[in-house]
Structure formats: structure tokens, C-alpha cells
């Protein structure tokens, strides 16, 4: 029997078998269900349907006119024919004058091997032109660091474009000109620096062609190498905490590409795009690759030694217990990174300090859960994922594009495709030119801002009273909001803006706020309460949740919250301590000035950390994140995934669980974890008891 739902099925033959398939599909559709290979080029499963470049041609119902498969729907009794001599002798015309109208000769193009357009040649057995090659010349475009464009390879499949549209949401690629002068172009006629493009990689992983590629490791890529060697591997991207999913591809040990899930159906949030960080910042390097222990000699040159030197030095300084010792760890490390170290620093080694180098930012975050438990208890952070679903979204502080890129694509999509209000409150507005009201605020004046907004929207939104409301209600009361907004140095325009925000904000029903740097790091937590007690006013969501998206610095800042890593702000002056980095660079960095007079630092780091050579006095590798295992925290601090290794660490260097354990064994700390299985065992045992 039928389910309700269920689309009606329909009856069509193609090439000569008897088909059952929903009504409304196109016949490439049906095709492609049923394993009958149709020819496409400006196709993608996961894009709109286009009909342009009329290379899936078929027959229908023995008609002469041949029809474009991917935009023909079927219907009952349709009779089909994918291939004869006709079909193929319009698609061998159509794909050489594809061949002839720009360049494409295939042996100067790093895409060669790895080509749609070359694969349809070959496969339509197209071995030269019968039609005259054009010479027009067309620009390329390389002011992208990480892309470049190339439009005398482009077939104008408008793929690109249609990615940016509907899987970026940025809407920065379209067409330019007529005839012979038609090509892709950034905004109005822009170079790709100078446009509003996000570098999300999005459009350069649907062209079929050469036209769009990728600035690293494009060499890798020719016909000369042999593809049959590469490995495909599923992972996430764990740089900012979305977790998005990749495909990642490696040869010999070099990675090649990162790719996006984009494909049928899935429409989450994320729509398989992948943002600059997760696509591109994995293929670019850091500096110099530690492969062996180094120290630091009275001359200042670095110098190679061995592991139980370097190691045996670490263990003298860092033992000493006259106190200033401290440790400092990247929140791009993993949990079971994060916990040995931890446990190294605070027991092993009695630290006065540990810290991690958003620091700051998990302090206020501590802050703010912590005044906001006295009086609403079991709260906790929104999934990022809910952001499409508000009809409000208000972003407090927050340059998404600095920390979690892809949330300004979701931001975007959301105002564009549903039409949902938004409210920007900073000093830098992310979803330009679509915000619907944008409160400018210098750095430094949003707790002023924030307070009063909280203030106002309790003057004028009916609020059911509870116990718990009754002290934030008596505080408020005594805000008065011109005068903050005065101190703030709103002018009338932006008080305007201000009063039509709040108006907004009471009068959404299901609001999301975002909360940025701006908010986070802030010294005080107060801000960020303010924001959780306005979302309060709005209800919880379902999975218990306040309506406020936190945006964090680095992809495991969650992960480093939960298992208390960061015990409090830096007092005093600190002698000796032990710093675990990933790829982080430290230039310019205000952290350089604490470090600036230490007697002895030791750091583990994948990359010779240039920053710190003349701090610094022992360095000891460490795989990248791609080398070795670990888990990682959603952003929200509700998820816990696995990231296993894509490529393999060098032979001389350490896990890095190894290395902190060896540390460890050489203090009188004995923390009841001596293999992998038992650190990730108790990792994921501390994280949910949080």
C-alpha cells in the first residue's frame, strides 16, 4: 500500500527498459537511477538544474528534435533513446565547438587527467577539430592567493555561479558581456581580491574544467601522475568547531585537495561547502617543519639534538618548585592533548598558571555560564545549525569571517532565501549590504550597548515574571539607556538604528543571537550574560539551549572549556614554562610581551615557531593535526568527534600524547593512563560529566 506522501509513479522506457519512477523527475534522473549512463557537462546533482550546454540530448518518443535530459521531466508512457548515431554525432558537434571557442589544449592545463571536458572527448572518441579554432584571448585572474581563474578554459556551464548562489549564499559570481565576450566575472567587473568573494572554494570544486583552480599543489594534479594512487578519505574539518565533512585527497603522503560534501540532498546548514579555513589554510605551510629536537645554544643558533638531551632538559628546568612556572596550550589540539597536558602542568609540575592562547575568551565564557547558573540552571550553548531556522538573527561583536567563515554563508543564505531579518551590532558589519539594521559600535563601547538593549527590551516587551527575572528586571531599571548609549558614542542615526533593532528583536518570535570577539573577549563576562538573559526573554530552545550562537577562536576552544584548561587570568612574573602550539602564528601577537624575559621555555610544535626563536630555548616536534588521532568539540560543546589521520607523521617524531606521557613519567605524578585506549577513555568520561 502507498504511503500518503509518496509521489505518483509514472511509466517510461529508456532505451528499451521498462521503467517505474516518481513523477516530476527529469529523465537524466531516471537515467542516472537506474545505472543508464547520459553524458553531461554543465550538470551537478547537488545544483539546479541549468539545460545549457545540451550535451545530455536524447530522443523523445522518436521525435527528430532532440530534447536536453536534465531539465525534460518524465511522463507516463514516455518512450526514450540516450544513444545512436544522431545523439552522438550532436554531442560530438556541440563538445567541438565547446573545444574550438577557447583554449583548451589540454597538455599546458593542470587539470589534464582530471578533466570533464577531456574525459567527454576521449569518450565521444573526439580526436580533432572539424570546425576553425578561435584565438580570441580571454584575462586570468591570480589576485586570489588561494585561487585563480582562467577564462580561456571556460565552457560557461555556469556551475560556479550556481554554487555561489545556492551552496555559498555569497551571490558574488555572474555573467559579464555577450557572444564571444561572455565570461564569468567577481560583483560589477571586479578582480577576485578586490570582490566580495569569500574564497570558500565552492565554485572551483564544481568546474568541470581547468578554468577555476586551485593555487597549491596544482602540479600535483597533471596527467603525469598517476591517480590510481590516491587515497579518498571521509573526515571533518576541525578548524573552527563546525565540524564540517570532507573528502580529503592524498598522494604519497602529500595532500592534494580538500573538498566539500556537496552533493544530492544534502541541504543542512553547510550544504557541503567548506569555508578558506577548512579547504585551503591545511595546504599552505606554516614554516619550517620540526623533524628532530632542537636547543637553543648562548650563541643564539639553533641547533639539532637528540631526544633524550632535549628531554632531560625540559625535565630539570621545569622541576624546579620556587614557583613561576606555567603552561600554555593551543586550543587546536586535541582533548586528549589537552588533558595530559593539563594534568603534566598542574600535578606533575605544580604550575602556578596554566592557559590556553584564547584564554580570555574561555575565561568570559566561564564567567558568563557562571552568572547565569545563580538563577536559570542546565542551560546551554545553541548548535549553530539552528541559525537558518530563526526569522531573526542578531549578530553582537561578531566578524564571523575571522573565526567560523561558513557561519557569514549561513547568515546570508538565510536573509536571501527566507527573507529573515537581521540586526548587526559592532564595529564591523558581516552581512553586508543585507543587514536589516546595523548599530555601529566602536570597539571597546558593546557592554554599553548590550546593557542598554537588555534594558530597553525589558521596558517594553511583556515578560512573564519569574523568580529568577526578578533581580536581572530590579538591575535594568536603573539603566538609563540614552546615557549609555551617549558614553557609547552612538550618534542619532545609529540611535535610530538602535531603537528599530530593539522593536525588531520584541517582535521576533523565534530570534538568534550571535555572539562574536567583540562579546567574548571582553575581560568582564557581563556582556555576554546580558546576551544569554536577552535571548531568555524569547524562551529556550528545545534541546534546552539559549538562543545565542558563541563564536570561538579556534576549532577545539569548547573542548579546552570543558576540561578546565585555562585556570585564570596571568598575575606576576613567570620564570620557566612549556608551551604545546599547532600551526599558530605568534607574530605580532600580544602574548610575545609575557614571554619577553623568561629564564627557560620549552615548546612542542610541529613548525619551527619563528615567533619564538629568541624566547624560546628547547623545541620538540610533534605531528600536525592531519598526522595523528584525536577527538574534537563541536563548537556548541555537544558533540565529540574522532579526527583520524590522513597522512603520516615523519619517522622521528613522537605522537604527541607520547611525548607529554614520557614528561609525565619523569615527574612524581602517576595520572592512571598509560595507553591511547585509556587517555580517550577518560577524556570522554571528564567531558560528559561537564
Not at 578546565?564 to 598575575?571: D, F, L, V, W, Y
Request: net charge neutral; proline share 5%; aromatic share 6%.
Amino acid at each position: 500500500m502507498r504511503m500518503e506522501n509518496s509521489p505518483k509513479q509514472v511509466n517510461v522506457t529508456i532505451d528499451g527498459l521498462r521503467l517505474s519512477v516518481p513523477e516530476g523527475m527529469t529523465i537524466l534522473e531516471a537515467a542516472r537511477q537506474n545505472s543508464i549512463r547520459i553524458p553531461t557537462l554543465c550538470h551537478h546533482p547537488a545544483l539546479s538544474a541549468w539545460g545549457g550546454c545540451r550535451l545530455c540530448v536524447v530522443e523523445v518518443d522518436g521525435s527528430p528534435k532532440l530534447v536536453a535530459s536534465c531539465v525534460m521531466p518524465v511522463r507516463d508512457g514516455m518512450s526514450v533513446v540516450t544513444s545512436n548515431s544522431n545523439i552522438i554525432a550532436a554531442r560530438r558537434t556541440i563538445l567541438e565547438f565547446l573545444f574550438a571557442e577557447r583554449n583548451h589544449n589540454c597538455m599546458f592545463c593542470s587539470q589534464s587527467g582530471d578533466c570533464e571536458l577531456q574525459a567527454l572527448a576521449y569518450e565521444l572518441q573526439m580526436d580533432h577539430l572539424t570546425v576553425p579554432q578561435s584565438y580570441e584571448q580571454y584575462p586570468v585572474d591570480i589576485t586570489s592567493e588561494y585561487m585563480g581563474i582562467d577564462h580561456n578554459r571556460c565552457v560557461l556551464c555556469g556551475r560556479c555561479v550556481r554554487a555561489c548562489h545556492e551552496i555559498a549564499g555569497a551571490y558574488v559570481l555572474n555573467y559579464q558581456g555577450r557572444g564571444i565576450k561572455n565570461r564569468i566575472s567577481f560583483d560589477l567587473n571586479m578582480s577576485r581580491d578586490e570582490s566580495s568573494c569569500m574564497s570558500c572554494g565552492a565554485c572551483m570544486q564544481v568546474c568541470p574544467t581547468g578554468a577555476i583552480f586551485n593555487r597549491y599543489r596544482s602540479h600535483r594534479s597533471v596527467k603525469g601522475h598517476q591517480q590510481d594512487s590516491r587515497i579518498v578519505t571521509d573526515a571533518f574539518c576541525p578548524r573552527c568547531g563546525l565540524m564540517c565533512e570532507t573528502h580529503t585527497i592524498v598522494e604519497d603522503n602529500q595532500l592534494l585537495r580538500i573538498e566539500g560534501h556537496i552533493r544530492p540532498g544534502n541541504m543542512g546548514s553547510e550544504r557541503g561547502q567548506l569555508c578558506v579555513k577548512g579547504r585551503f589554510e591545511p595546504l599552505k605551510t606554516p614554516g619550517q617543519r620540526l623533524l628532530n629536537p632542537m636547543i637553543r645554544g648562548s650563541d643564539g643558533i639553533w641547533k639539532e639534538t637528540t631526544w633524550k638531551t632535549a628531554m632531560d632538559m625540559v625535565e630539570s628546568r621545569m622541576s624546579v618548585r620556587n614557583g613561576g612556572t606555567f603552561g600554555l596550550v593551543s586550543s587546536r589540539c586535541a582533548n586528549e592533548h589537552l588533558m595530559i597536558f593539563r594534568d603534566l602542568m598542574l600535578k606533575g609540575w605544580s604550575a602556578d598558571y596554566l592557559d590556553t592562547i584564547d584564554g580570555r575568551t574561555l575565561r568570559t565564557l566561564a564567567g558568563a555560564w557562571k552568572e547565569l547558573g545563580k538563577t536559570f540552571l542546565g542551560l546551554k550553548e545553541a548548535p549553530w545549525q539552528r541559525i537558518p531556522d530563526a526569522d531573526l538573527i542578531m549578530a553582537a561583536g561578531a566578524n564571523s569571517f575571522e573565526t567560523q567563515p561558513l557561519i557569514e554563508g549561513v547568515i546570508r543564505r538565510a536573509i536571501l532565501e527566507k527573507g529573515i531579518s537581521a540586526i548587526v551590532i559592532g564595529s564591523t558589519d558581516p552581512v553586508s549590504p543585507w543587514s536589516a539594521d546595523y548599530v555601529p559600535v566602536a570597539e571597546g563601547n558593546e557592554p554599553l550597548v548590550m546593557e542598554a538593549f537588555l534594558a530597553q527590551t525589558l521596558k517594553i516587551h511583556t515578560l512573564q515574571r519569574s523568580p529568577g527575572w526578578e533581580p536581572v528586571i530590579s538591575e535594568m531599571k536603573e539603566i538609563d539607556v540614552q546615557s549609555r548609549l551617549n558614553q557609547a558614542g552612538l550618534d542619532n542615526s545609529a540611535k535610530e538604528a538602535f531603537m528599530s533593532a530593539v522593536d525588531a528583536f520584541v517582535k521576533s518570535r523565534n530570534p538568534m543571537i550571535i555572539a562574536g570577539k567583540g562579546i567574548t573577549d571582553l575581560p568582564q563576562a557581563g556582556s555576554l550574560r546580558n546576551l544569554m538573559l536577552l535571548s531568555l526573554i524569547k524562551g529556550i530552545l528545545p534541546e534546552n539551549a539559549v538562543r545565542v550562537v558563541i563564536l570561538k577562536s579556534n576549532g577545539n576552544s569548547s573542548g579546552a572549556l570543558k576540561l578546565g584548561i585555562s585556570t585564570g587570568a596571568p598575575e606576576g612574573k613567570y620564570r620557566r614554562g612549556l608551551m604545546l602550539l599547532d600551526e599558530e602564528n605568534l607574530e605580532g601577537s600580544q602574548l610575545l610581551e609575557r614571554l619577553g624575559s623568561l629564564e627557560f621555555l620549552a615548546v612542542i610544535t610541529p613548525y619551527f615557531p619563528e615567533a619564538l626563536k629568541d624566547i624560546a630555548h628547547v623545541l620538540i616536534p610533534r605531528p600536525s593535526l592531519l598526522e595523528e588521532e584525536g577527538t574534537y568539540t563541536s563548537l556548541d560543546g555537544q558533540e565529540i568527534r574522532t579526527l583520524n589521520p590522513v597522512l603520516k607523521r615523519p619517522k622521528d617524531v613522537s605522537e604527541s600524547w607520547q611525548t607529554l606521557l614520557a614528561l609525565m613519567q619523569r615527574t612524581e605524578f602517576h595520572p592512571g593512563y598509560a595507553r591511547w585506549k585509556d587517555i580517550r577513555a577518560r577524556v570522554i568520561s571528564e567531558m560528559q560529566s561537564v
